[in-house]
């Protein structure tokens, strides 16, 4: 793995329009470190400009689980741990973090993630093949409180019609915000998509596999609520 991500900076490609992430420096421990250097070369995804085969990743045909933006992991490697029959692709670009998760994984011993450091979006472009995914997870993207800064969130009408061909008929989109301004934007985002079918009324109950996460109970101390948000691809 490089030490920084190599993104798209010159943003070329016209259908890249978010940038949804700053790069933060960030203190990488000696122990994640340690983590990327051991654990790279056998839970480490390196970005390619070409389709990944996830079965052959996994080396198993297992249902795929994509999780964008997993933070520092913990809640990954729980549903890891707790799903062992599905596989997961987590995706950040925040490097203490990929250490982390490298870690946990070491420590749990899974064999269920593979790890990317690079932008989401452009994996999602360039690297996954559509109807390859049975679920998507993204949990407390960033909420780019400022009105200015709206066009950085993620949860954009564009990018999820670029997100949906990539999960296949009967798999779910579950987001997550502790923002409700954002929640109702993703609703209003998932609601204007005829392939998908909202599993509740408007936002659903927290379902008993998501653990509480670390930017979630940050949110929380700060009084803030919690918004769940669970589509299913009809067609
Ligand atoms: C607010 S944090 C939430 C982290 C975690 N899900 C949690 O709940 O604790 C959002 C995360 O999304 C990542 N992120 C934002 N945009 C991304 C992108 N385009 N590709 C990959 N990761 C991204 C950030 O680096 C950050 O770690």
């Known amino acids: 793995m490089t030490d920084s991500p190599s993104f798209n900076d010159q943003n070329t ?21 340690r983590a990327i250097d051991h654990l790279w070369p056998q839970f480490g995804l390196d970005y390619q400009d070409k389709l990944l085969d996830l079965n052959h990743v996994f080396q198993r045909p297992a249902p795929k689980i994509l999780e964008i933006g997993f933070g520092m992991g913990v809640a990954t490697a729980a549903i890891a741990q707790n799903q062992p029959e599905k596989d997961f692709l987590a995706i950040d670009v925040h490097g203490p973090g990929v250490g982390n998760l490298l870690k946990l994984i070491a420590e749990q011993q899974l064999s269920n993630i593979r790890v990317m450091r690079h932008d989401a979006v452009e994996v999602i472009q360039h690297m996954l093949s559509h109807n390859s995914l049975d679920g998507i ?50 609703l209003d985002v998932l609601n204007q998509c005829p392939a998908l079918t909202n599993t509740a009324t408007d936002y659903a109950e927290k379902p008993a596999y998501r653990p509480e996460t670390k930017f979630e109970a940050r949110g929380k101390r700060l009084g803030h609520g919690v918004w769940d948000i669970i589509f299913i691809k009809n067609q």
């Open 137 to 186: 997870h993204i949990f407390f993207p960033d909420p780019w409180h400022k009105k200015r800064h709206h066009k950085r969130r993620l949860i954009q009408l564009e990018f999820i019609r670029q997100l949906l061909p990539k999960l296949k008929t009967g798999g779910y989109i579950h987001l997550a915000t502790d923002w409700q301004e954002y929640a109702k934007q993703m």
């Open 13 to 33: 490609d016209q259908t890249r329009s978010i940038r949804s992430f700053v790069l933060r420096q960030g203190h990488m421990t000696a122990a994640q470190q």
